[in-house]
């Protein structure tokens, strides 16, 4: 028996994500997903990251945007519009009976690990994805037009202020969902592998719970980490503008850096090939792969070097 643990994010995140759990019975894969970017909105928790995994593993993505769903409707934003109601986040039609049913269930008393479980049974992923935790860890921008919550940043902003600075507010406080900790410590584990997440934003909020960055350091099973940043350039969304603001080298090699002693291992994509020497420790190995995940293809042989580079350590 070998288990395996996964972190992410939205988007990116879940490609890699979806192509493990083509390779991994769901016995075998953990997947434990960033929810710093969850909020209330409209009266609604809204939870990106998990839907955007839970979209993608039950083939309900907007193929287009990487969140949301396909074939999605907008007659209830619409319809909030004409109500002078918020709408610079744009929930869809058939995305809300989600948004209501998780609200509806924590309201009820229930924990944001068992209505995601519930969720995604509901979807017929039998793939376990752990919240990172239940209570509120919620990242807070800072720029240098002062602190803006996530999404207000993200979506509202567009990602526009200049950054300055994170931060995980109620972190500190917080407990890993059931189930993360205990993965990271299973006897079994084979290996760990930090999705091509934003390290900052989607990566770091993980990090920050309480057991979460010391399980990684101390667990005997290798780490590695997907670079997210590939001939300079973010695959998808703000990670390399974030990074020239944190007046931080755009390239993978800055990524491999923040990660530090934490990982093991690092993947870079082929063009990148030249960084390896330069990315590459007594303590890091470095291997290069097609990373850039267009079709299912490219996640599923995405999924496997990652899995083949873990079993060379
Ligand atoms: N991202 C956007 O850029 N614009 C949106 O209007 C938007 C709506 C939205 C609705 C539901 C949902 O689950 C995700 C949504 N996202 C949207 C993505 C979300 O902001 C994610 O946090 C980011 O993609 C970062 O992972």
């Known amino acids: 028996m070998a288990s395996y643990v996964a972190l992410s994010g939205g988007v990116g995140g879940a490609k890699l994500a979806l192509g493990l759990t083509h390779l991994l019975p769901p016995q075998d894969l953990t997947l434990v997903v960033n929810t710093g970017d969850d909020f209330e909105h409209l009266g609604l928790h809204i939870a990106p990251d998990l839907d955007t995994l839970m979209y993608t593993l039950s083939g309900l993505s907007n193929p287009d945007t990487g969140w949301g769903r396909a ?3 907008w007659q209830c934003l619409d319809a909030l519009a004409e109500l002078g109601g918020e709408t610079w986040f744009r929930l869809g039609d058939r995305d809300l009976s989600v948004h209501l049913q998780r609200s509806l269930r924590l309201r009820a008393g229930v924990s944001l690990s068992d209505v995601s479980a519930e969720l995604y049974t509901a979807l017929g992923i039998r793939h376990r994805a752990l919240p990172m935790s239940n209570q509120a860890v919620r990242t807070q921008v800072h720029t240098d037009g002062g602190t803006l919550a996530f999404q207000h940043y993200f979506v509202r902003e567009r990602c526009a202020p200049r950054v300055t600075g994170f931060s995980f507010e109620g972190a500190a406080t917080a407990q890993a969902a059931p189930g993360v900790l205990e993965a990271l410590r299973a006897p079994d584990l084979a290996g760990v592998i930090i999705c091509p997440s934003n390290p900052f934003l989607s990566i770091d909020p993980i990090l920050a719970v309480p057991g979460v960055r010391d399980a990684l350091q101390q667990c005997t099973a290798p780490v590695i980490a997907v670079s997210p940043i590939v001939a300079g350039l973010a695959i998808k969304g703000p990670t390399a503008k974030i990074m020239e603001e944190l007046a931080l080298a755009q390239t993978a090699a800055a990524v491999a850096a923040h990660y530090g002693t934490l990982i093991d291992g690092f ?4 063009t990148d090939r030249h960084l390896a ?24 042989n995405l999924a496997h070097t990652a899995l083949d580079f873990l079993r060379t350590f």
Do not use: F, H, N
Not at 267 to 270: A, N, P, R, T, Y
Not at 282 to 300: P, Y
């Open 267 to 270: 993947i870079l994509d082929e």
């Open 71 to 73: 074939g999605e409707s």
């Open 277 to 300: 020497a330069q990315i590459s420790t007594q303590t890091l190995r470095v291997s290069c792969a097609q990373s850039v995940m267009v079709t299912l293809d490219d996640r599923i």
